[in-house]
């Protein structure tokens, strides 16, 4: 092979990753034709780092000692949650254990917006009832009735991501095409270097700043409508308890950034058209004017604690969204596993009869053919059955970008060279 890949290397000129060419002895850019001599790079221009660009303004704070107010610690999981004096809150919504009455009111950051609670606690109930009903491997121990009194409205610190990403994304592509020369079948496939630039803006990307709340339960309470976000006010505290943040915008932002250049590159993704394959090649998106907001979002929440884990409840507070971790009954779920897997076996056994019947063919392994569908139909049925009763993160940010915002930059495709494949020979007699 004459060529050689040192695809950490960056073109100078476009940003495309760079191959070493033996035969002219340079560093050339498949996707603009540059050429470079080995010499021209010194170890550091080996990777241009994506840079991410966020900056956070400065918010107002609750005074410590501020009458009527109270500090509550969970010693479990270093939650540490704000109520007024008459809410009276007894355990912690994120794992169960008992809070701790603190002596004293430390004050708190207050948040720079606050989405009021529009759910009431007796809705959240209801709504907690009807997530545990029609869960088929829930453990029958686990529904207490009793705990429903201990849902809590909490308020949960968000901070908000703002910005413009603006970059590019390179790709190798072919587009195929059958041919037959004489008897024989070939391919012909014609090799692109396809480059694309482009910008776009974000709105308010959601990351919590809880830690002891997984992120896969606030990602699947998402969307929140943003609309209704209004200045904070002691009085949307009546009632609830707000949690204080323990991880500051910087160490929620790398999760942010990752959605957001997902969503970004699959954006772009979206202008490579007609070709048979494309493949990512290298993509340098820059996070440019982020703004990161603090934000505190209604949530209600409770907190089951069943052989020894924690199971949360989560509700949107706002728009009655749930989500949650309910523990599986292995009994249940292999009893599930089992009726599912029989009751599939005996419709296609009847469906392999009536074939014979009316067909008069004999389907000879029919049974196993029969048990290995059935075998099947049941795992599906059981993963599906599981995953309606876990959380799920998120690793893209498509609702968040601005409507109307894609601007495309640059795009280029180029025919870099033609190969023709023999895909197959026509039989020849062997003359034997
Ligand atoms: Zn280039
Ligand atoms: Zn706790």
């Not at 270093?78 to 007024?84: F, I, N």
């Not at 917006?113 to 829930?138: C, E, M, R, T």
């Not at 480059?195 to 700043?209: L, N, T, W, Y």
């Amino acid at each position: 092979m004459a060529e050689q890949g040192y695809h950490d290397y960056k073109c100078k000129n476009c940003g495309g990753p760079l191959v070493f060419k033996g035969d002219v002895n340079k560093m050339v850019c498949e996707f603009c034709d540059s050429q470079f001599d080995m010499s021209e790079f010194k170890d550091d221009d080996r990777v241009r780092e994506e840079t991410s660009d966020w900056s956070q303004s400065a918010g107002n704070t609750m005074a410590a000692g501020e009458a009527g107010m109270n500090e509550y610690a969970c010693n479990t999981c270093g939650a540490v949650l704000v109520a007024e004096e008459n809410v009276g809150a007894t355990e912690c919504p994120y794992c169960g254990n008992p809070l701790i009455i603190k002596d004293t009111f430390e004050g708190m950051n207050l948040p720079d917006g606050l989405i009021p609670f529009a759910v009431d606690k007796k809705s959240a109930q209801d709504a907690l009832k009807n997530y545990y009903s029609g869960k088929k491997l829930l453990p029958k121990g686990f529904i207490d009735n009793n705990r429903m009194d201990n849902i809590n409205g909490v308020y949960v610190p968000f901070w908000l991501f703002d910005c413009e990403t603006d970059g590019s994304v390179f790709y190798k592509a072919t587009k195929e095409r059958d041919y037959k020369q004489g008897e024989d079948d070939w391919k012909e496939i014609r090799d692109f270097a396809v480059m694309r630039a482009a910008s776009m803006s974000f709105e308010k990307v959601p990351a919590d700043g809880a830690k002891e709340m997984d992120d896969a339960y606030m990602d699947s309470l998402e969307p929140y409508d943003y609309s209704k976000i209004t200045a904070y006010n002691a009085a949307y505290m009546s009632g609830y308890v707000a949690s204080k943040y323990d991880e500051d915008a910087n160490a929620v932002k790398g999760r942010v950034d990752e959605r957001i250049r997902n969503t970004a590159k699959s954006e772009i993704r979206k202008t490579v058209e007609g070709y048979t394959t494309v493949s990512e090649q290298a993509s340098d998106i820059d996070i440019k004017n982020g703004k990161i907001t603090y934000c505190m979002i209604p949530v209600w929440m409770l907190t089951t604690r069943y052989n020894g884990e924690a199971y949360t409840f989560a509700m949107n507070g706002q728009t009655g969204k749930v989500t949650g971790d309910l523990p599986v009954d292995k009994g249940a779920a292999t009893g599930y596993f089992a009726k599912i897997a029989v009751i599939a076996f005996a419709v296609i056994q009847a469906i392999f009869f009536l074939l014979k019947v009316f067909q008069g063919s004999n389907v000879v392994p029919a049974e196993i053919g029969a048990l290995v569908v059935a075998l099947i139909i049941g795992a599906i049925a059981l993963s599906s059955a599981k995953s309606s009763m876990v959380s799920h993160r998120k690793h893209e940010a498509a609702q968040y970008l601005k409507q109307g915002s894609f601007k495309l930059k640059r795009k280029e495709d180029r025919h870099t060279g033609t190969r023709n494949e023999l895909v197959r020979k026509a039989q020849q007699s062997t003359g034997a």
